[in-house]
């Protein structure tokens, strides 16, 4: 008997695999998918919300227009030109660039203020839209869903982070960000084809990588390129040679860079953090228009977006969270966080933070066999501080967590970061401008770093400002080349 419905399920899942096997647009291969073509769109439409919510769109009209200009010749001539194409620039200082199923592709602001012509956006345009038709996310899908029970064990704790990052949207970035070696590799490919069918020269995109490997020592700078992406050098070489080849039968003079009209598209765009969404100085965060600012734990990142902040050290072993909780009071918000959060409250008190109404919670979130890992072991508690502190009839929610094992080597970063929060008074802060890209014309023959020097540019940036044009300090610019420099308040 055991047998006979062993071989039933056995053939019911080849039959599934079988009616499951879809032709790759890309590869022309046939291959198992779990999802098909009208899922990816319902998709994207479903987590295009969520992620304008948590990054915010850059209202630039000019921009948004080029990037949809391009990104739809460039579908055009895709692999999969029928679907419903969208392309958005987020406003975020990040140097990020990524693309969701169903046809969505996003660039953030600060990402367009690192390319140094229209040749490096098409390239990266091209590798983003070559995620969308090769059907990296359902392919990884599927991988995900072969691979499950292998898998499941070693999510879990990071699922619970991202529940009090609120998931629908930092679990986007963690879905959809991760590609594989080999999907990065085929999309550099696809990036070098789709750039060159529309005209440019894709030895830029090649050079794009040399900006991403200087980015790469900055903490936090590039998170899209993390340890599943190729080597920023490697890919620098693999792509000029796919670039070589391609243009092998064309003629090299006729595919376009345009540096100058590129630089003129983003001359007073924002670079780095907006102010007015908040930044960091001195290891304080502040926010001018809502006022208020805090202490961020010496040596921690901090990624900033409309929706939160979010505060880790680099072991990745602990998080905070700062956001709007839900409530008109401090009673309410309390009993929404327990419930959504499934806390275990400890210890609760109503404290004072700077003269603020508050509430502090101790908290205890046990994971469950039924939630993954092995049968019949609950998975290591994670502890959570909670602080909500009401200010300008709004509820301000902290979260501190880490593991119960973790906790305390935590807990003194949490509470003095909470404690911190208080109202900003000081008009420096509360007046401060962002700073903007400058587009500037050499005069004359000169170094960039003599450039830098001559248009007053601070010392202690150039070597930023350098990565920034895609050059080094000692490179000569002719007269007449237009460069990049820092507007506004630096």
């Known amino acids: 008997m055991f047998m006979k419905f062993y071989n039933i399920i056995y053939f019911f899942a080849i039959a599934l695999l079988i009616s499951s096997c879809a032709r790759n647009p890309v590869t022309g291969k046939k291959e198992i998918s779990f999802m098909s073509e009208s899922q990816e769109i319902a998709m994207g439409k479903q987590y295009d919300p969520s992620i304008v919510s948590q990054y915010g769109l850059y209202e630039n009209k000019a921009i948004q227009d080029f990037i949809t200009l391009k990104g739809k010749e460039m579908a055009a001539i895709s692999h999969r030109p029928n679907l419903p194409y969208e392309f958005k620039i987020l406003d975020s200082p990040v140097v990020n660039a990524f693309a969701v199923p169903g046809g969505y592709v996003y660039f953030t602001r600060g990402i367009m203020c690192h390319f140094n012509n229209e040749a490096e956006f098409a390239g990266v345009l091209g590798h983003e839209i070559g995620h969308i038709t090769a059907k990296h996310s359902a392919r990884q899908q599927r991988d995900q869903i072969l691979g499950q029970v292998l898998l499941m064990g070693g999510i879990i704790f990071s699922e619970k982070f991202r529940e009090f990052a609120d998931a629908a949207q930092q679990g986007v970035g963690l879905l959809f960000l991760k590609n594989s070696r080999d999907h990065e590799s085929e999309s550099d490919k696809l990036g070098v084809e789709y750039s060159t069918k529309i005209g440019y020269d894709a030895h830029q995109m090649a050079g794009f990588f040399k900006t991403l490997k200087k980015l790469g020592g900055e903490d936090g700078a590039i998170p899209t390129f993390l ?16 670039a070589s080849e391609i243009q092998k039968t064309l003629d090299p003079a006729t595919l376009k860079i345009n540096r100058n009209e590129y630089l003129k598209r983003i001359d007073g765009l924002i670079y780095g953090d907006d102010p007015k969404q908040g930044f960091v100085e001195n290891s304080i965060f502040y926010h001018p228009e809502l006022k208020f600012q805090f202490n961020v734990p010496a040596s921690w990142k901090l990624q900033n977006s409309p929706a939160q902040v979010q505060m880790a ?103 003095s970061t909470m404690k911190s929060f208080k109202v900003l008074t000081e008009a420096a802060k509360l007046n401060k401008k962002p700073t903007l890209i400058k587009v500037v014309e050499a005069k004359s023959n000169a170094t960039l770093q003599q450039m830098l020097s001559s248009n007053n540019m601070p010392q202690v940036k150039w070597n930023e400002i350098a990565i920034l044009n895609g050059m080094e300090l000692n490179a000569t610019v002719a007269s007449g080349t237009m460069i990049k420099v820092l507007g506004g308040q630096l």
């Open 313 to 415: 050290p680099a072991d990745g072993k602990a998080l905070l969270v700062m956001s709007l909780a839900e409530g008109n009071d401090l009673q309410t918000a309390k009993n929404k966080v327990i419930q959504d959060n499934k806390l275990s409250v400890l210890e609760s008190t109503n404290i004072n933070v700077n003269g603020l109404p508050a509430i502090a919670m101790l908290s205890e979130i046990v994971q469950t066999p039924q939630q993954g890992g092995q049968q019949g072991q609950a998975q290591d508690p994670l502890k959570v501080l909670t602080y909500l502190i009401e200010y300008s009839k709004m509820i301000y929610k902290f979260h501190g967590l880490s593991t119960k094992a973790d906790f305390n080597n935590h807990f003194s970063s949490f509470q």
């Open 227 to 242: 340890s599943t992406h190729p080597d920023p050098g490697d890919r620098f070489n693999k792509t000029n040679q796919m």
